[in-house]
């Protein structure tokens, strides 16, 4: 059973950047697409990037391209997500989840094995 933990988030002022970090266990890591989605306060879950197996290539929803980069490690069994100048609508719970299929795909429903998430606030 694949689990997924999140760490990383906190409070930062606009502009500044975080890295946030994604533990992921009992698979086989490097055969899961992988992505971040986020969740602000009074509103569903919302695809951020993805990443396939072999890290060659990447999706981004169009807010974020060019301050977000997702990444991975499959020696280590971890998914990152590095934010610059990041502004206050960034500011939500973010989420790693491990996709049913090998395509990048966006939705939700296309994800599975959610953790707690990881908090950021972004202040003006």
């Known amino acids: 059973q694949v689990q997924v933990q999140e760490s990383g988030g906190g409070l930062v002022q606009a502009r500044g950047s975080l890295r946030l970090s994604c533990a992921v266990s009992?698979?086989?890591?490097?055969?899961?697409?992988m992505a971040w989605f986020r969740q602000a306060p009074g509103k569903g879950r919302r695809f951020v990037a993805n990443?396939?197996?072999?890290?060659?290539?990447?999706a981004y929803v169009d807010s974020v391209k060019g301050r977000f980069t997702i990444s991975r490690d499959n020696t280590k069994n971890m998914l990152f997500l590095q934010m610059n100048s990041l502004i206050p609508e960034d500011t939500a719970v973010y989420l790693c989840?491990?996709?049913?299929?090998?395509?990048?795909?966006?939705?939700?429903?296309?994800?599975?094995?959610w953790g707690q998430g990881t908090q950021v606030i972004v202040s003006s």
């Open positions: 989840a491990p996709s049913g299929t090998n395509q990048l795909l966006t939705q939700e429903s296309d994800y599975w094995a």
């Open positions: 009992g698979g086989t890591f490097s055969n899961l697409v």
């Open positions: 990443i396939d197996r072999d890290g060659k290539s990447t």
